[in-house]
C-alpha cells in the first residue's frame, strides 16, 4: 500500500500512530506553546492600544497648534514619546522572550534523559539570555538620557 516517498512516509507513520494519540497528552504537550502564543497576543494588543492612544492624542494637540512652532513642538514632543514608547515595547518585547527561553531550557531539562548532565549547560544558557536582556536594557536606557540630553541642550539655547 505505502511506497518509499516522504508524504507516504509521513502518512503510515500517522496511520500506524493514530490508534495509540492520547488527546489528552497532545494537549498538555502544546499547553506551554498556547500559553506563549497568547502571551504574545496579549502584549501586541497591549502596545497597540498604547500607540493607538499617542497617536490620537499627537492628533488632537496638533489641530490645538496656533502656529508652526507650536505645531513643531507637539510633533518634537510625540517623536520623544514615541522613542520611550518604543524602548518600552521592545524592554517588555525582550523580558517575554527570555522569560520564555527560560521556561523552554527548564523543559528541556525536565525531559533530558540525564537532566544532571545538562543541568550546567541549562544555568549557562540562562544566564547568557540574563545578561543579554540586562546588556540591552543598558543599552536603551543609556539612549534615552542621550536623547534627553541633546533635548534639554536644545532648549537652552
Same mark, same amino acid.
Given at each position: ?7 507516504? &512516509?509521513?502518512?503510515?507513520?500517522m496511520t500506524d500512530a493514530a490508534p495509540k494519540m492520547n488527546p489528552a497528552?497532545?494537549? @498538555?504537550? +502544546? ?21 493607538? &492612544?499617542? +497617536?490620537? @492624542?499627537?492628533? @488632537?494637540? +496638533?489641530? $490645538? ?5 507650536? =505645531?513643531?513642538? !507637539? ?5 520623544e514619546a514615541g522613542m520611550a514608547m518604543f524602548a518600552k515595547s521592545l ?6 522572550? !527570555? ?8 523543559? +528541556?531539562?525536565?525531559?533530558h534523559p540525564a537532566p544532571e548532565s545538562f543541568a550546567a549547560v541549562a544555568?549557562?544558557?540562562?544566564? &547568557? ?13 543609556? $539612549?534615552? /538620557? =542621550?536623547? &534627553?540630553?541633546? /533635548? ?6
Amino acid at each position: 500500500m505505502f511506497k518509499n516517498t516522504p508524504f507516504e &512516509a509521513i502518512a503510515k507513520t500517522m496511520t500506524d500512530a493514530a490508534p495509540k494519540m492520547n488527546p489528552a497528552a497532545v494537549q @498538555e504537550a +502544546i499547553k506551554p506553546v498556547q500559553d506563549n502564543i497568547k502571551a504574545w497576543a496579549d502584549l501586541a494588543q497591549l502596545q497597540a492600544k498604547e500607540v493607538q &492612544a499617542a +497617536i490620537a @492624542e499627537t492628533v @488632537e494637540s +496638533i489641530k $490645538g497648534a496656533k502656529d508652526p512652532q507650536a =505645531a513643531f513642538e !507637539v510633533m518634537k514632543a510625540s517623536a520623544e514619546a514615541g522613542m520611550a514608547m518604543f524602548a518600552k515595547s521592545l524592554k517588555t518585547a525582550t523580558s517575554l522572550s !527570555v522569560e520564555q527561553f527560560h521556561s523552554s531550557v527548564d523543559a +528541556i531539562e525536565k525531559a533530558h534523559p540525564a537532566p544532571e548532565s545538562f543541568a550546567a549547560v541549562a544555568k549557562n544558557l540562562k544566564a &547568557a539570555a540574563t545578561t543579554a536582556e540586562s546588556t540591552l536594557d543598558s543599552a536603551l536606557e543609556k $539612549g534615552a /538620557s =542621550a536623547v &534627553a540630553a541633546v /533635548s534639554k541642550s536644545k532648549k537652552s539655547r
